[in-house]
């Protein structure tokens, strides 16, 4: 296939799952430390339990693929790496979100540290396993065109390409437009696409054929996007940092202090 890509690229997963573990851990710190507010998971929920749930089943989709397609049913692998893609987007989504309605408090308490550390290990992270299953489902998708739907294989990967790049401009318009205050510090899918396509123009060149002068103009066109998405993250951070000014609003109240409030109201 004219979309796979070389062996050395499939390295990238050992670190992504090496960061997930750092994340992981990073995750049960939070139960034993202290802020001015109490533990830092309950002061500031900002990885809840859904979080680890959903994420737990998209490493289920993931071990389940790897099986389905070990029995070569690409069909119902396909399923279940897009399953795995959307389980993992879904956990990248609470954990911006819920950073986002906490993080002015961290700001207050003083614990700076950690809405780095949050983004740097927990949100990059998770965007690059998402990356990595999505590109992962390109090339299943173009294996599934060509060896389950009779389609050439020069017409199944233009095809898988072509949905790379829809995906590549839809993700570059939203993170930088549509919700750029949440997704501002996501750096590392640009590095998962990069190398993606590194890889498959070093395992298919062929200057005379039409896929690989198309992904050459995608690798020019994906660098020309990473360097306007860091371009514009760093001016924004410096001119418009998303929690420089104070809230007009209160935190958002968890489930123990709900409780607590309703038993305090029962007593009086």
Not at 77 to 101: E, G, H, K, Q
Request: proline residues 3%; aromatic residues 16%; positive net charge.
């Amino acid at each position: 296939m004219d979309v796979t890509p070389s062996d050395w690229t499939f390295y990238l997963s050992a670190l992504i799952y090496l960061w997930q573990a750092v994340w992981l851990t990073y995750g049960v710190t939070l139960t034993c430390r202290r802020s001015v507010s109490g533990y830092l998971y309950r002061a500031y929920p900002v990885m809840p339990p859904i979080l680890y749930v959903v994420f737990s089943f998209s490493l289920a989709c993931n071990i389940s693929w790897l099986l389905i397609w070990d029995r070569e049913y690409m069909e119902v692998a396909l399923v279940f790496i897009n399953l795995m893609a959307c389980t993992l987007f879904i956990c990248l989504v609470v954990s911006l979100r819920r950073l986002n309605d906490y993080g002015h408090l961290m700001i207050h308490d003083k614990v700076h540290r950690d809405i780095w550390l949050i983004r740097i290990f927990v949100q990059n992270g998770l965007a690059m396993y998402a990356t990595w299953a999505t590109v992962a489902s390109i090339f299943n998708f173009a294996l599934v065109l060509t060896f389950r739907t009779g389609a050439e294989q020069e017409v199944g990967s233009m095809v898988s390409l072509t949905v790379f790049t829809l995906e590549i401009f839809a993700w570059w318009i939203f993170d930088n437009f549509v919700f750029e205050k949440l997704f501002r510090y996501l750096i590392t899918p640009y590095v998962v696409v990069l190398v993606a396509i590194v890889g498959i123009i070093s395992n298919n060149w062929d200057p005379t054929a039409n896929n690989s002068i198309y992904t050459v103009t995608l690798l020019a066109l994906s660098v020309f996007l990473t360097v306007i998405k860091c371009v514009l993250a760093a001016y924004k951070h410096w001119k418009h940092p998303i929690f420089g000014a104070k809230p007009s609003y209160r935190r958002p109240l968890v489930s123990f202090e709900v409780r607590s409030l309703l038993e305090s109201q029962q007593h009086s």
